[in-house]
C-alpha cells in the first residue's frame, strides 16, 4: 500500500511537470464526448498534425522531419521499417557527438515506413485483408534519457482521451507480466501507473516476452513495452480479445521502454540511460477516428479508391474479402491503392524499381500492382501511374516531395509497366513453348523455368502460379525453394548496391584462410599502366597463383565445370569494387589452356582478399596458374570517370563555396554519378559554369599526381577534400596539376583538386576530352545528383542538344508566324510542342540546355493552348447558337454535334446551359479518330430529378462505355460508332431524362 501511495505521488509529480494536472477530469469529460460527432473532426491530416502538435507545443519536443525510406548506412535493412531506425545511433550509444542527433532529448514525428522484403514483410498480406500495408505512416514520440514510464503513459493517455476524445472505456492496456527464465520481473510499475491514472484493473492487462517486451535485433537495446489497444464494438469487456488476433480489438499504440541492452551472449545488461520509443500507426488511429472497421474506407485511400475506380472497368469497390471477394476484385483495389502508395513514396525517396536489394522488392510490388490493375480490374495501360496526383494529394502537405517528384515518379511508372506487359507476352510464349516440350502426363512444370520468368523477366510468383493453373499445371515448391535459396547465396549484387555480396567470405572461412596463412592479395598491379608516345595507355599484365576458392559457404580444394565459386589469387590487376568505382571486368585463361575462359563477373574486398567471382568453364584448383587478361577498355572507362568525377567535386566547390560537400558517387564505365550536398538545385547559369570549369582543366591536360601518405601527413593538406568513411593508413592522395610533394612542404594559395582516394586515375586530364552534365536534380532535401558523360557520350550528347535547340526555335518561328490558325492547325502544333518537349525530356542533353528548352517549349504549349482555347470557344458558341434556334423552348434537349474534341463538347454544352439556365443538356458526336461516341452533359444546380453523372453513366453503360462527373456536369464515352444508331442513343438519353423528371414531379 505505501508502494502505491509512493507511486501515485510520483504520478501527480510527473503530471505536473509535465502540464497534465487536469488529466483525471479530462478522461471522466472524454468518456462523456458524443464519440460519433468526434468523427467528424478527424480528417487523416489533422490526425497527423494534432499527434505532432501536441508534443511540440504542450512538451516541448524536437520535431524531427521522417527520413528516407532508404535506410541511411544500415545494410541490415531493406527499407525503414519503423520510427526508430533513424535514432538508432542513439538508441546504440553511437551518435556522432558533433552531430545535431547528439542533442535530441525529446523529438516527435511521422515517420514513412515500408514492410516489404527482410524480416518484416506484409507483401503478400496486402489485398487479402483491410489492414495490411506495405507503406504505412509511424506516428512516434521519442524521449533519450529525458523522461520515461510515467510520462510516457500519461501523455498518451490524455492525447487519446482528452485530444482526439476516444472513450475511455473502449481502451485496454498490456503490460509486461515478466518471464522467470530471462530472469525479467515483471513490468508492476508501469501497472500501477495506469492504475493510478484511473483505469479499471480489468482493463490492464499482463503479457509475456512475446507481446510485451521489445527487441531491436538479436542484440542492442530492448525493454518491457505497454501497448494500448481499441475495442471497436464497445459497450462490453473485451478483455479476452487482446492480443488474441481480433478484427474488433486492435493495438493502436506501442509504448517501448528502454531499460536493458541484449548482450552478443544473449544476456541482459541495464542501459546506461533509459529511453522511451513509442509508435502508433496512423492508419489504424485514423480508422478509429472516422468510425471505421476498415483502413481502407478511410480518407487516406477512399479518393485512391474512387480514383482507381474511375480509370477500371471493374465495378466499384465494396470491401469484401475471402469467398464474398468473387473475382477478387476488392483485393485488387486494396492492392492497387496500397501499392501506388508504396510506389510514390519510395520513388521520391531515391529508391526506383530495379534488380537488386531494396528496387527489386520494389519492382515486384510495382509489377504486382500493375498485374492487379490490368488483369483484375481491367484497367488501360498507364492508369496505374495516373494514380500519382492522388496519391500527392493526400499525403502530400505531410511529406512535400511527393509534388515536386510526380512528374518523375509517373514516368518511372509507367517505363516499368510497358516493360512488364511486354515481358508478360513474352512469359506466356515461354510457358506454352515448355508445356508443348515436356511430358504432358507431368505434374510439375519445371521450376527452373518458373524461376527464369521470375528472375530475369520480373513475373511476381504467384501470377505464375496463376498462369499455370490456368493450363492444369504446377511449380514444385520445394525445388523452387532450393532454387531461391541457392539464388541468395550466390547473388552478387550491382554496382551500385552496397548490401550482401555474392560468396562473400565469411568470418569462419577469413579466420581458416588465415590459420592456413593464406597471405592476402597484392593488388598492387592495379595500378601498373603508362601512357605511351601514341596516347594509349599500356597495362600490366598478370600471371598468379590459385590459392583458395570458396564455393556453397565454405574453402574447397577444387570446383567442376558451371560451378560459381569466388578466387582468391596471390595477385593481381584486377581492381575491386570500393571508393564508389565498379570493379574491373576481364576473365582468367589457365596457363595450360589458353582457349578455355573463365570470366570474371565480379570482384570484391573481404579481409584483405581479393575475391574473383566466376562460374568456372572447367576444374579449377588450388596451385593452379591463371593468367589475368583485363577488360581494359572498361578499366580506361572508368580511370577516364573517376577523375572527371575530382575535377567537377573541385569544380563545384569552387563556384559554389565550402557548404558543397560530396554525399556519394558512383563511377562506371559508361558515366558518372555525383551527389552533393546544396540548398536548392542548380541554376542554368550554375551548370554552364561548372562545365566551364571542368572544360578548362581538360583542355590544361594537368597531369594527375598520385602518392601513398601516412593518413595523419595527407590530413595536413590545406583544400584536402574527404567522405565520411574509414581510410587506411598510409593513404592515397590524388591531385590534380600539383604534385601531392608540394603541397605538403609549400602554403601554395592555389586551388586545386585533391582527395583521398583508392580509385584507379588518369596520367593526365586531356584523356577526358569533354564533360556534360545530362541530369542534375534534387534527391532529398538539400542533396542533389549530378549524372555526367565524357568523351564520345558527351560530343553525342552537345549534338542532340544542339538538334533539338534548332526544332525549338524552328517551332517557335512557325507559331509566332501562323496567327490566324485554324483548331486543326493549333492542334497540331500543340502536339508538336508537346513530342519535342518529351524528346527534350527524354534524350541526353546538356543538363542547363535540358531547361532552357524546357522554358522556351511552356512557354510555346502555353500560347497554343490559349490559341486552341479560343477557338474551342468560338466554335463551341456557334455550335450553342445553331442548337438552341433548333431546339427552344425544350426543358431536356439531347442532340448530335459535328466534333472530335470533348473540349469543344463540353464548352458547347457549358455555352447551352447558360443561355437556357433550366433546361437537361445532353450532346453527343461520333469521334471520327477513335471511333467512339463522345458525350457531354449538364443538369441546372440544384436539379432534384437526375444527377449529370447519372444521366451520363445511364447512357455511355448502356451502349458499352462509362462515364463519370459532377451532379451538374458530366460526359464520358460510349460504343463505336459504326455499331451504335445514332437515333437510338437520341431516343433512349432523352427518355432517360424525361422519365427521372416525370417520375419525381408525380
Known amino acids: 500500500m505505501a508502494a502505491h501511495i509512493r507511486l501515485v505521488k510520483q504520478l501527480h509529480c510527473a503530471l505536473s511537470n509535465t502540464k497534465l494536472c487536469g488529466l483525471t477530469t479530462s478522461i471522466r469529460r472524454c468518456s462523456a464526448l458524443s464519440y460519433p460527432r468526434a468523427h467528424e473532426k478527424f480528417p487523416s491530416k489533422r490526425v497527423r498534425q494534432k499527434f505532432v502538435d501536441f508534443f511540440k507545443e504542450g512538451y516541448e519536443h524536437r520535431v524531427v522531419s521522417s527520413s528516407p525510406v532508404r535506410p541511411r548506412g544500415d545494410p541490415s535493412l531493406l527499407f525503414v521499417n519503423a520510427g526508430m531506425n533513424q535514432f538508432k545511433p542513439i538508441l546504440q550509444g553511437c551518435a556522432d557527438p558533433r552531430s545535431e542527433m547528439a542533442s535530441y532529448r525529446r523529438v516527435v514525428n511521422s515517420q514513412k515506413c515500408v514492410r516489404a522484403g527482410g524480416k518484416h514483410n506484409d507483401l503478400e498480406d496486402v489485398g487479402r485483408d483491410v489492414y495490411h500495408h ?3 505512416e509511424m506516428l512516434g514520440n521519442w524521449s533519450f534519457g529525458d523522461y520515461f514510464k510515467v510520462e510516457a503513459c500519461a501523455m498518451a493517455w490524455r492525447l487519446l482521451t482528452e485530444e482526439y476524445g476516444i472513450p475511455a472505456e473502449r481502451l485496454y492496456v498490456s503490460y509486461f507480466s515478466g518471464d522467470a527464465a530471462s530472469g525479467l520481473p515483471a513490468d508492476e510499475e508501469t501497472r500501477q501507473i495506469w492504475l493510478s491514472m484511473g483505469l479499471k484493473p480489468d482493463h490492464v492487462l499482463p503479457f509475456g516476452l512475446k507481446d510485451n517486451f521489445w527487441e531491436m535485433g538479436e542484440t542492442g537495446p530492448c525493454g ?3 501497448e494500448i489497444h481499441y ?11 487482446v492480443n488474441a488476433d481480433s478484427p474488433d480489438v486492435v493495438e493502436i499504440w506501442n509504448l517501448v521502454f528502454m531499460q536493458y541492452n541484449r548482450e552478443g551472449d544473449g544476456s541482459l545488461r541495464a542501459l546506461p540511460q533509459c529511453s522511451v520509443d513509442t509508435g502508433m500507426g496512423l492508419e489504424r488511429l485514423v480508422t478509429v477516428l472516422q468510425g471505421k472497421r476498415s483502413n481502407y474506407d478511410t480518407d487516406l485511400f477512399t479518393p485512391l479508391l474512387y480514383a482507381i475506380h474511375q480509370c477500371s472497368k471493374a465495378p466499384a469497390y465494396q470491401g469484401r474479402t475471402g469467398e464474398a471477394d468473387v473475382g477478387r476484385v476488392d483485393m485488387a483495389y486494396r492492392v492497387v491503392a496500397d501499392h501506388i502508395r508504396t510506389l510514390c513514396v519510395c520513388i521520391a525517396d531515391g529508391v526506383y524499381p530495379g534488380m537488386t536489394g531494396a528496387e527489386l522488392v520494389l519492382r515486384r510490388i510495382l509489377r504486382r500492382a500493375v498485374r492487379f490493375s490490368t488483369e483484375v480490374l481491367q484497367a488501360p ?3 496505374l501511374a495516373s494514380l500519382v496526383p492522388t496519391v500527392a494529394h493526400i499525403l502530400g502537405d505531410a511529406y512535400p516531395e511527393l509534388h515536386t517528384e510526380s512528374e518523375r515518379i509517373m514516368e518511372l511508372i509507367n517505363q516499368n509497366e510497358v516493360q512488364f506487359l511486354t515481358s508478360l507476352k513474352q512469359g506466356r510464349r515461354v510457358i506454352d513453348r515448355t508445356l508443348n516440350t515436356t511430358d504432358k502426363e507431368a505434374a510439375f512444370f519445371p521450376a527452373s523455368v518458373a524461376w527464369s520468368l521470375h528472375r530475369n523477366l520480373g513475373f511476381p510468383l504467384d501470377l505464375i502460379d496463376l498462369m499455370l493453373e490456368e493450363r492444369g499445371r504446377m511449380v ?19 554496382e551500385e548496391d552496397d548490401g550482401d555480396r555474392v560468396d562473400q567470405l565469411d568470418v569462419h572461412s577469413l579466420a581458416e584462410l588465415q590459420s592456413r596463412g593464406v597471405p592476402h592479395t597484392d593488388d598492387s598491379l592495379k595500378y601498373f599502366y603508362s601512357l605511351g608516345p601514341n596516347g594509349q595507355y599500356a597495362f600490366q599484365p598478370c600471371q598468379a597463383s590459385v590459392l583458395a576458392l570458396y564455393s556453397g559457404g565454405s574453402l574447397v580444394s577444387e570446383v567442376g565445370a558451371g560451378q560459381r565459386c ?8 584486377f581492381y575491386a569494387e570500393q571508393g564508389g568505382q565498379a570493379h574491373d571486368q576481364g576473365y582468367f585463361t589457365k596457363e595450360e589452356l589458353q582457349d578455355v575462359l573463365f570470366p570474371v563477373e565480379c570482384v570484391r574486398l573481404a579481409g584483405g582478399y581479393v575475391v574473383h567471382q566466376i562460374t568456372a568453364a572447367e576444374t579449377l584448383r588450388i596451385g593452379d596458374g591463371v593468367m589475368l587478361h583485363l577488360d581494359e577498355a572498361q578499366r580506361l572507362g572508368c580511370m577516364v570517370k573517376h577523375t572527371a568525377t575530382h575535377v567537377l567535386n573541385f569544380a563545384l566547390r569552387e563556384l559554389l563555396g565550402a557548404a558543397v560537400n560530396q554525399r556519394g558517387s558512383h563511377v562506371a564505365a559508361n558515366r558518372l554519378r555525383f551527389d552533393f ?6 541554376s542554368v547559369s550554375q551548370l554552364q559554369q561548372v562545365e566551364a570549369l571542368v572544360q578548362d582543366i581538360i583542355q590544361q591536360n594537368s597531369q594527375v599526381y598520385v602518392k601513398e601518405i601516412p593518413l595523419s601527413r595527407a590530413k595536413q593538406i590545406p583544400g584536402l577534400r574527404t567522405v565520411d568513411e574509414v581510410y587506411p593508413d598510409p593513404v592515397r592522395v590524388v591531385s590534380v596539376a600539383v604534385p601531392v610533394s608540394d603541397l605538403l612542404t609549400s602554403n601554395t594559395d592555389r586551388h586545386n583538386s585533391v582527395e583521398l582516394c583508392c580509385g584507379t586515375h588518369l596520367l593526365q586530364t586531356g584523356e577526358i576530352r569533354d564533360l556534360v552534365i545530362v541530369s542534375e536534380r534534387q534527391m532529398v532535401k538539400g542533396i542533389s545528383r549530378i549524372i555526367a558523360v565524357t568523351g564520345d557520350e558527351a560530343k553525342a550528347a552537345r549534338e542532340a542538344g544542339q538538334a533539338l535547340q534548332e ?3 524552328s517551332l517557335t518561328t512557325r507559331v509566332g508566324v501562323d496567327s490566324a490558325l485554324s483548331l486543326p492547325a493549333a492542334q497540331r502544333l500543340s502536339k508538336e510542342v508537346g513530342l519535342l518537349t518529351d524528346a527534350v525530356e527524354s534524350t541526353s542533353i546538356p543538363q542547363w540546355l535540358r531547361r532552357e528548352l524546357q522554358s522556351r517549349l511552356k512557354a510555346l504549349q502555353r500560347s497554343t493552348n490559349t490559341t486552341i482555347r479560343k477557338l474551342e470557344i468560338r466554335e463551341a458558341t456557334q455550335n450553342a447558337k445553331e442548337l438552341l434556334e433548333k431546339h427552344s423552348n425544350k426543358t431536356v434537349l439531347v442532340d448530335f454535334v459535328q466534333t472530335d474534341s470533348m473540349s469543344i463538347l463540353m464548352k458547347t454544352v457549358n455555352q447551352m446551359s447558360k443561355n437556357n439556365p433550366d433546361c437537361l443538356v445532353m450532346l453527343l458526336s461520333h469521334s471520327q479518330t477513335s471511333g467512339k461516341v463522345l458525350c457531354a452533359c449538364q443538369v441546372p444546380k440544384g436539379c432534384a430529378y437526375v444527377t449529370a453523372s447519372q444521366w451520363a453513366l445511364a447512357v455511355c453503360e448502356r451502349f458499352g462505355g462509362n462515364a463519370g462527373g459532377s451532379d451538374i456536369v458530366a460526359n464520358g464515352v460510349s460504343g463505336a460508332a459504326e455499331n451504335t444508331d445514332a437515333s437510338e442513343i437520341l431516343r433512349w438519353a432523352e427518355e432517360f431524362a424525361y422519365e427521372k423528371t416525370t417520375r419525381n414531379m408525380h
Open 224 to 226: 518491457p513495452c505497454t
Open 476 to 494: 514444385d515448391k520445394k525445388e523452387m525453394k532450393a532454387l531461391e535459396d541457392e539464388y541468395e547465396k550466390l547473388r552478387c549484387q550491382s
Open 807 to 809: 526544332e525549338v526555335e
Open 677 to 682: 550536398s546544396v540548398k536548392g538545385s542548380l
Open 381 to 383: 495501360e498507364g492508369a
Open 566 to 573: 569466388g578466387v582468391i589469387l596471390d595477385r593481381t590487376n
Open 231 to 241: 475495442d471497436h464494438v464497445g459497450n462490453r469487456n473485451a478483455a479476452s480479445l
Open 134 to 136: 506495405t507503406f504505412f
